[in-house]
């Protein structure tokens, strides 16, 4: 429950209207005890007028000196216009890559466009925070009329109704997915690297070689894998709207309700195949609230028969994929290797340290892994900029690339 010590606001604040500080990184512990540990950007987004001066506040209140905001209105940023940013980004960096920086780091600006969002995430992703998008709940929050006289800085209502189309377009991100904390990706990393080097010197994996082949040769699959970027579990590609579903998701109470949450994945199992290397994720029944209802049965052009598997099935973490193969490949993968298991293929089987791996034919290897790894993700958000910019890097297999 949160509690709220009405000294820690200025004069100015009203109280706040019921159910409209109702976030998870402010109401749940396991969240709130995470985000004491884990750095993270909260991306604030909303109207001038909206409330997030407030909800920073209320923040920096919950979180007390681990908390920093760096609000637009100090750097000479005015909302709607692109000057006055390159201090206020400087801030945002000088706070954010500090080794005495603050855990949870809040931007209190409207960033109401793409370019904002995805560089604000861009920011977050080079110095490894976790980053979170929050809109203020507040009733009047797209209401221009209200806000032309809420807001202090004497913006014109069509100024803000402009403001508002560009605000409402970007409400829908890319993707939703957990996103794990950087420390555990390291983690996960490190043991995606153990299970390809133990593969490549495992003579029967020598024997079937990726390519199908069946003469014994060297492989290396550091190589032949590419790093995906941050390490996460998408749980629905929205893609800015377009997608189908893709606003009934993003409306969805239960997605607004635990937007921000923390909780542990279970990877339970590791797979590769000659296109992706990936980790299964077993979601809780708590997790698959979250899981689209079509998810499987969108595979189903892919992998015939996926629909009629149990909810949940395709939920992945992708490790890395081989050149010209894009991510959305490692779930259409692991839901194979399920159809085949379904079906009560026994595959060839070989115990090795961290449990059973088995091939199914075809270059696929699944290793059911004796402890699950627990993941702590948090449930998020992703924009990102139309094209790779000037912040890419590209490190050796399975690091990240900047953006
Ligand atoms: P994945 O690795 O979890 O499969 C951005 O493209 C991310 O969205 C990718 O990492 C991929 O996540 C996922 N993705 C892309 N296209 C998708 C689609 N059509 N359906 C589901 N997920 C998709």
Same mark, same amino acid.
């Given at each position: 429950m949160l509690h709220i010590n009405p000294s820690a606001f200025s004069a100015e604040d009203p109280t706040p209207a019921a159910g409209s500080l109702a976030f998870?990184i402010l109401e749940?512990?396991?969240?709130?005890?995470?985000?004491?540990?884990?750095?993270?950007?909260?991306?604030l987004?909303g109207?001038?007028g909206s409330g997030k001066s407030f909800l920073a506040r209320a923040i920096a209140e919950a979180?007390?000196?681990?908390?920093?905001?760096?609000?637009?209105?100090?750097?000479?940023?005015?909302?709607?216009?692109?000057?006055?940013?390159?201090?206020?980004?400087?801030?945002?960096?000088?706070?954010?890559?500090?080794?005495?920086?603050?855990?949870?780091?809040?931007?209190?600006?409207?960033?109401?466009?793409?370019?904002?969002?995805?560089?604000?995430?861009?920011?977050?992703?080079?110095?490894?925070?976790?980053?979170?998008?929050l809109e203020p709940l507040t009733e009047w929050r797209?209401?221009?009329?209200?806000?032309?006289?809420k807001?202090?800085?004497?913006?014109?209502?069509?100024?803000?109704?402009?403001?508002?189309?560009?605000?409402?377009?970007?409400?829908?991100?890319?993707?939703?997915?957990?996103?794990?904390?950087?420390?555990?990706?390291?983690?996960?990393?490190?043991?995606?690297?153990?299970?390809?080097?133990?593969?490549?010197?495992?003579? +029967?994996?020598?024997?079937?070689?990726?390519?199908?082949?069946?003469?014994?040769?060297?492989?290396?699959?550091?190589?032949?894998?590419?790093?995906?970027?941050?390490?996460?579990?998408?749980?629905?590609?929205?893609?800015?709207?377009?997608?189908?579903?893709?606003?009934?998701?993003?409306?969805?109470?239960?997605?607004?309700?635990?937007?921000?949450?923390?909780?542990?994945?279970?990877?339970?199992?590791?797979?590769?195949?000659?296109?992706?290397?990936?980790?299964?994720? +077993?979601?809780?029944?708590?997790?698959?609230?979250?899981?689209?209802?079509?998810?499987?049965?969108?595979?189903?052009?892919?992998?015939?028969?996926?629909?009629?598997?149990?909810?949940?099935?395709?939920?992945?973490?992708?490790?890395?994929?081989?050149?010209?193969?894009?991510?959305?490949?490692?779930?259409?993968?692991?839901?194979?290797?399920?159809?085949?298991?379904?079906?009560?293929?026994?595959?060839?089987?070989?115990?090795?340290?961290?449990?059973?791996?088995?091939?199914?034919?075809?270059?696929?290897?699944?290793?059911?892994?004796?402890?699950?790894? +627990?993941?702590?993700?948090?449930?998020?958000?992703?924009?990102?900029?139309?094209?790779?910019?000037?912040?890419?890097?590209?490190?050796?297999?399975?690091?990240?690339?900047?953006?």
């Amino acid at each position: 429950m949160l509690h709220i010590n009405p000294s820690a606001f200025s004069a100015e604040d009203p109280t706040p209207a019921a159910g409209s500080l109702a976030f998870a990184i402010l109401e749940q512990d396991k969240t709130k005890n995470a985000f004491t540990t884990a750095r993270t950007l909260v991306v604030l987004r909303g109207l001038p007028g909206s409330g997030k001066s407030f909800l920073a506040r209320a923040i920096a209140e919950a979180y007390k000196d681990q908390c920093s905001i760096i609000c637009a209105d100090d750097h000479n940023v005015k909302p709607g216009s692109a000057d006055g940013y390159k201090a206020f980004d400087d801030a945002i960096v000088a706070k954010s890559s500090g080794e005495t920086s603050p855990v949870l780091i809040v931007v209190d600006d409207t960033n109401h466009t793409h370019d904002r969002l995805a560089h604000l995430r861009g920011i977050a992703k080079q110095h490894r925070l976790v980053a979170v998008f929050l809109e203020p709940l507040t009733e009047w929050r797209r209401d221009t009329a209200q806000l032309t006289k809420k807001t202090k800085r004497g913006i014109e209502q069509a100024k803000l109704e402009a403001m508002k189309k560009l605000h409402v377009e970007m409400s829908i991100p890319l993707y939703f997915g957990w996103f794990l904390f950087y420390t555990v990706q390291d983690q996960v990393r490190e043991t995606a690297t153990k299970f390809l080097k133990t593969l490549e010197v495992l003579e +029967s994996f020598k024997k079937h070689i990726i390519s199908g082949k069946e003469e014994a040769k060297e492989v290396d699959l550091e190589q032949y894998f590419k790093a995906k970027g941050t390490l996460h579990c998408t749980t629905k590609f929205t893609d800015y709207g377009k997608a189908e579903g893709a606003k009934e998701y993003t409306d969805k109470q239960v997605v607004q309700d635990l937007y921000g949450s923390v909780s542990d994945l279970s990877l339970s199992a590791l797979f590769i195949t000659p296109r992706t290397v990936g980790a299964r994720v +077993s979601l809780s029944e708590d997790q698959l609230q979250l899981w689209p209802a079509d998810a499987e049965k969108e595979a189903e052009s892919e992998v015939p028969g996926a629909g009629a598997l149990p909810l949940g099935s395709r939920a992945h973490v992708t490790l890395g994929c081989a050149d010209g193969v894009q991510p959305v490949q490692t779930g259409f993968d692991l839901l194979q290797i399920i159809m085949l298991q379904k079906d009560g293929q026994q595959g060839e089987q070989v115990d090795i340290d961290p449990g059973t791996l088995t091939y199914y034919g075809e270059g696929r290897w699944y290793l059911a892994l004796k402890e699950p790894i +627990s993941a702590t993700a948090c449930f998020s958000s992703i924009y990102k900029p139309p094209a790779p910019g000037l912040l890419f890097r590209k490190d050796s297999f399975l690091s990240c690339e900047l953006l």
